[in-house]
């Protein structure tokens, strides 16, 4: 089925590791973003991507990185973990006009202790 | 700035009872709006859209109208189901570099039978 696909699903990380959660999708969007969601605090933008090599910061970028080498996947990283981090994270992309909202993955649930 | 904001929740109602969750915005610029829709342990699916003023999105049963005047996207339903249990975000979609949606805090809707 077409879509975003996000791997993986869970992850419990140790203060201070570091990960990488990869977002594909095989709609041949051109923008990307990542999202954390936390409890009565709705959806925040972390990163997005405008286009392949391209990525720029959103409201709640600390602690992040990200890459965008392929139009497809969109990696975001956490260089050294916090319990800050931990959240639900989303990716999502949509095609460049406003006219069509975006296509959700179906999350990343990670816990740092 | 851009915001959205929507009724607090929780909201709990009875089956076949008639569903409003407010929802109104701020924005620079004329805005595309959305309502999606988060099922548990699930991510966030496009309920229904609207781009223009009056116009009026409408998907499985639900409704809302933009009105520009008001600033305001209300969602309604005429007759809710147990099946309809999930958490309701607005949104708004403004070109800014990039196209972005903007959250509102999201509603837990719970329906009882």
């Known amino acids: 089925n077409a879509g975003v696909t996000q791997t993986p699903k869970f992850r419990v990380l140790k203060t201070g590791q570091s990960m990488t959660l990869l977002c594909a999708q095989d709609m041949n969007h051109e923008y990307m973003y990542w999202y954390r969601q936390d409890p009565g605090m709705g959806l925040r933008l972390i990163h997005y991507?405008?286009?392949?090599?391209?990525?720029a910061k959103g409201e709640v970028p600390d602690g992040y990185n990200v890459s965008r080498l392929k139009k497809q996947n969109f990696l975001l990283g956490l260089e050294s973990a916090a319990p800050s981090q931990t959240s639900v994270y989303f990716c999502?992309?949509?095609?460049?006009?406003?006219?069509?909202?975006?296509?959700f993955g179906s999350g990343t649930r990670l816990t740092v202790v | 700035g851009n915001s959205v904001t929507q009724m607090e929740g929780p909201v709990t109602l009875s089956e076949e009872a008639f569903l409003t969750i407010n929802c109104t915005y701020t924005?620079?610029?004329?805005?595309?709006l959305f309502w999606y829709v988060q099922y548990p342990g699930e991510g966030l699916q496009l309920l229904l859209k609207?781009?223009?003023?009056?116009d009026k999105g409408s998907n499985k049963g639900f409704e809302a109208t933009y009105r520009k005047e008001t600033t305001s996207f209300h969602l309604e339903k005429g007759s809710v189901q147990v099946s309809d249990s999930a958490v309701y975000f607005c949104?708004?979609?403004?070109?800014?570099?990039?196209?972005?949606?903007?959250f509102g805090q999201g509603t837990r809707l719970t329906i009882n039978p």
């Open positions: 991507s405008v286009g392949e090599g391209t990525t």
């Open positions: 609207a781009t223009k003023a009056d």
């Open positions: 924005a620079t610029g004329y805005p595309s």
């Open positions: 949104a708004l979609s403004v070109y800014q570099g990039a196209q972005k949606l903007v």
């Open positions: 999502a992309s949509s095609y460049r006009d406003r006219y069509y909202g975006y296509t």
